[in-house]
C-alpha cells in the first residue's frame, strides 16, 4: 500500500494549517489533478521546524500548523482576492490550454475554519459554484463531491493549469518552495504540472 497526501489548507482560531490526509490508492475516491499529490518523505516538507510543524493525532490527517502571523501565508491570501478577475475571466472564457479550475473555500465548523478546494468552478450570480475536492477534517455535513458556492471576496485561493502550467495557486506555491528539489521532482510527476517561480 502506497501513501499519498491530499494537501488543504485549514484554518483554526490560532493557526492556518495544512492538512495532509493519506489514503489507500486502492480507495475509491474523486481525484482531480490540482490536488496535490505528494508521497511522505521522511519527516515531511524541507522547512523550518520553528515555522512550520507537522503534528499529527491518532484517526486524523497530519497537519503543518503556520501560525497566523506568517506573513508569507498572508501575503498568498491577499493576492488570491486581489487577482480573482483574472481567473473568473479564464472560467468564463478558457482556452484549449487551461484546465482544472480550482478556489479554496473556507468553511466554519465549531472552533474555527477549515479551508477546502472547490472543483468543476463556475461563475454566475457574483458567485463561484463547484464541488468539495478534499475530505474534509472537522466538517461532518461537508462531504467529497458535494457541490456548493462560495462569494469571490471569501476565497483564499485560486488556481488553474495553463499549458502545464499552475496559474494562480499562491498557497500551493507557498508550500512547494518548501519541498527539497527531490520532493518537488516527485510533487510535480504526481501533480501533472509544473510550479514556477512568479
Known amino acids: 500500500m502506497q501513501m499519498k497526501m491530499l494537501v488543504d489548507f485549514n484554518r483554526c482560531p490560532k493557526t492556518l494549517a495544512v492538512a495532509f490526509y493519506f489514503q ?4 475509491d475516491i474523486m481525484k482531480h489533478q490540482l490536488l496535490l499529490l505528494i508521497p511522505l518523505l521522511g519527516a515531511g516538507c524541507a522547512h523550518p521546524s520553528h515555522v ?4 499529527t493525532a491518532e484517526g486524523k490527517p497530519a497537519f503543518i500548523h503556520v501560525h497566523d502571523d506568517d506573513a508569507e501565508m498572508n501575503r498568498a491570501v491577499k493576492k488570491a482576492r486581489k487577482t480573482v478577475g483574472e481567473f473568473i475571466a479564464a ?20 472552533g474555527g475554519l477549515e479551508h477546502i478546494w472547490l472543483s468543476d468552478i463556475e461563475f454566475h450570480g457574483g458567485h463561484f459554484h463547484g464541488r468539495v475536492n478534499n475530505r474534509p477534517n472537522h466538517l461532518p455535513d461537508v462531504k467529497l463531491g458535494d457541490c456548493v458556492s462560495v462569494n469571490v471576496n471569501e476565497i483564499t485561493d485560486w488556481a488553474y ?9 499562491y498557497t500551493i506555491r507557498i508550500l512547494v518552495k ?4 527531490e520532493q ?9 504540472y509544473h510550479v514556477t517561480k512568479e
Do not use: C, W
Open 24 to 27: 489507500n490508492n486502492n480507495q
Open 161 to 169: 493549469v495553463d499549458k502545464d502550467m499552475l496559474v494562480g495557486g
Open 184 to 192: 518537488k521532482k516527485i510533487f510535480e510527476s504526481e501533480a501533472n
Open 91 to 110: 472560467v468564463q472564457h478558457p482556452t484549449t490550454t487551461q484546465r482544472d479550475f480550482e478556489v479554496k473555500k473556507p468553511f466554519i465548523y465549531k
Open 178 to 181: 518548501d519541498l527539497t528539489p
Open 52 to 55: 512550520r510543524q507537522v503534528t
